[in-house]
């Protein structure tokens, strides 16, 4: 029997944002970003992120799932949404291309 937990990615807490002990400094520079400080832009979830405004609905975004999460898009048209499995639901591929879900193959 698999479990499955849902986490929204959205506010987070007001008292998660208090660090009484503040991190280690890194010890490597992120790398910076493209074309004059422009944060990337990820367009397959972007795309989802429209359509879901559109339709009013959630939209599943296969492209970034794996074997055990899977990523929507919410109807608000900002935030996402990850179903996290405590087991695989999904397989990849024998070519490596995509994954087959393990309950309904094809």
Known sequence: MAATMVVSLTAVPS????????APAQTSTP???????????????????????????????PERNTESTTLFANPDG???????STEPIRVKK?????????????
Do not use: C, Y
């Open 15 to 22: 008292w998660a944002e208090r660090d009484p002990d503040p």
């Open 31 to 61: 790398p910076a970003p493209k074309s004059g400080g422009q944060p990337a832009v990820d367009e397959t979830v972007e795309a989802a992120k429209k359509q879901a405004r559109e339709t009013g609905k959630r939209v599943e975004i």
């Open 78 to 84: 900002k935030t996402l949404r990850v179903e996290l």
């Open 94 to 106: 024998a070519d490596g291309k995509g994954f087959t879900d393990r309950h309904h193959p094809g």
